[in-house]
């Protein structure tokens, strides 16, 4: 490889090393929500903040039942009155 080539693939990884993702609801309704996030880029508190967005909706507030670890996060969390 040409030094141009090398220097474009570094810059590409970098740029893919620094996305983040978001949390993402899984079964949001007013008895609760799963939020799949990656913990090494979204935080618990952020995950927290999505499922109580999500259950705000409904006047209730998020409570955090159970997480499993499969490479990302799955956080179920319940919603309470």
């Given at each position: 490889?040409?030094?141009?080539?090398?220097?474009?693939?570094?810059?590409?990884?970098?740029?893919?090393?620094?996305c983040?993702?978001?949390?993402?609801?899984?079964?949001?309704?007013?008895?609760?929500?799963?939020?799949?996030?990656?913990?090494s880029?979204?935080?618990?508190?952020e995950?927290?903040a999505?499922?109580?967005?999500?259950c705000q909706?409904?006047?209730?507030?998020?409570?955090?039942?159970?997480?499993?670890?499969?490479?990302?996060?799955?956080?179920?969390?319940t919603c309470?009155?």
């Open positions: 490889m040409d030094r141009h080539r090398i220097w474009l693939l570094g810059v590409a990884l970098l740029l893919l090393g620094g983040e993702s978001k949390p993402v609801l899984l079964n949001a309704s007013e008895q609760g929500v799963v939020v799949r996030y990656n913990p880029s979204t935080s618990a508190a995950a927290l999505a499922a109580q967005a999500s909706r409904f006047g209730r507030t998020a409570l955090l039942q159970d997480t499993a670890v499969t490479g990302e996060m799955f956080a179920t969390y309470v009155k």
